[in-house]
T-cell receptor, first 113, second 114 residues
Framework: KNQVEQSPQSLIILEGKNCTLQ??????????LRWYKQDTGRGPVSLTI?????NTKSNGRYTATLDADTKQSSLHITASQLSDSASYIC????????????FGTGTRLKVLA | EPEVTQTPSHQVTQMGQEVILRCVPI?????FYWYRQILGQKVEFLVS????????KSEIFDDQFSVERPDGSNFTLKIRSTKLEDSAMYFC????????????FGPGTRLTVT
């Protein structure tokens, strides 16, 4: 069954600290993996998109990694800011005729001053 | 910067009523999507739309749902006879293409069925 699991469910860190969020998937055949940031009550905003051949992709203080062999991805946030408080969602796309999208349940991050 | 817009921001309706949620995708985008998010749960894919027809739909997207691009700019989601369990946030998204292109999400419409 195609699934995307994220950990931890929630995380609290102090401003300025780094953190890493995890995403494991069992989706096949794999097309790409996306990380989104979703502020409460808002639509998701894309952070990174990675295909099978990409190991690392950065977007400012956000760095995503992908290990297609172990079917794991991580999102590393450097020097966290209060505005990083949000849910971070991992989405894996696979091809079955057309593109399909499986969303993870997200990690809720809270950054404290 | 161009953005996806959705109206209304909040819709309250009675069970059994029809609702139409509206979206204006980014103008040069060709692929359009609807997602829903029940409060406290994950985002779920409903349907994708390209070239004036549905290209993919999920199990959730049953006969009660329909989508339309009536005038070349709006993209609508209709729920014919709403149920309590349709209460959710509905997000529209658009993309230049499918595959590895970024999807831009709208701010969402909160649908409350009473």
């Amino acid at each position: 069954k195609n699934q995307v699991e994220q950990s931890p469910q929630s995380l609290i860190i102090l401003e300025g600290k780094n953190c890493t969020l995890q995403c494991n998937y069992t989706v096949s055949p794999f097309s790409n993996l996306r990380w989104y940031k979703q502020d409460t009550g808002r639509g998701p905003v894309s952070l990174t998109i990675m295909t099978f051949s990409e190991n690392t992709k950065s977007n400012g203080r956000y760095t995503a990694t992908l290990d297609a062999d172990t079917k794991q991805s991580s999102l590393h946030i450097t020097a966290s800011q209060l505005s990083d408080s949000a849910s971070y969602i991992c989405v894996v796309s696979f091809i079955s005729g057309t593109y399909k999208y499986i969303f993870g349940t997200g990690t809720r991050l809270k950054v404290l001053a | 910067e161009p953005e996806v817009t959705q109206t209304p921001s909040h819709q309250v309706t009675q069970m059994g009523q029809e609702v139409i949620l509206r979206c204006v995708p980014i103008s040069n985008h060709l692929y359009f999507y609807w997602y829903r998010q029940i409060l406290g749960q994950k985002v779920e894919f409903l349907v994708s739309f390209y070239n004036n027809e549905i290209s993919e739909k999920s199990e959730i997207f049953d006969d009660q749902f329909s989508v339309e691009r009536p005038d070349g700019s709006n993209f609508t989601l209709k729920i014919r006879s709403t149920k309590l369990e349709d209460s959710a946030m509905y997000f529209c998204a658009s993309s230049v293409a499918d595959s590895t292109y970024e999807q831009y999400f709208g701010p969402g419409t909160r649908l409350t069925v009473t």
